[in-house]
Nanobody, 118 residues
Framework: QVQLVESGGGLVQAGGSLRLSCAASGRTFSRYAVGWFRQAPGKEREFEAHISWSGSNTYYADSVKGRFTISRDTAKNTVDLQMDNLAPGDTAIYYC???????????WGQGTRVTVST
């Protein structure tokens, strides 16, 4: 299985930016779609952004569309999430995952925590 490690989270003021990185170990995920998800305290994990295996197609949840940008670097075997104009509502633990076929992998990592202050 592909093993994913998220990094780049931290504390930022509203209006600021962060860049999260999802690094793969073991098998490469270059042939798989990769997505970013987040989970706020007391809430279910939700989809935020998705990039196709080729990197040609991207999709975003309405809550982050226009503010977040997902990209992938096949050579480095990473998928990044550039987050701009952050708001307190973006506070959550952010996870990445891959989709080998019709559904996302059921193996989730530890995520990286993002806290946006007022």
């Amino acid at each position: 299985q592909v093993q994913l490690v998220e990094s780049g989270g931290g504390l930022v003021q509203a209006g600021g930016s962060l860049r999260l990185s999802c690094a793969a170990s073991g098998r490469t995920f270059s042939r798989y779609a990769v997505g970013w998800f987040r989970q706020a305290p007391g809430k279910e994990r939700e989809f935020e952004a998705h990039i196709s295996w080729s990197g040609s197609n991207t999709y975003y949840a309405d809550s982050v569309k226009g503010r977040f940008t997902i990209s992938r670097d096949t050579a480095k075997n990473t998928v990044d999430l550039q987050m701009d104009n952050l708001a307190p509502g973006d506070t959550a633990i952010y996870y990445c995952n891959y989709r080998p076929v019709a559904d996302w992998s059921d193996s989730w990592g530890q995520g990286t925590r993002v806290t946006v202050s007022t």
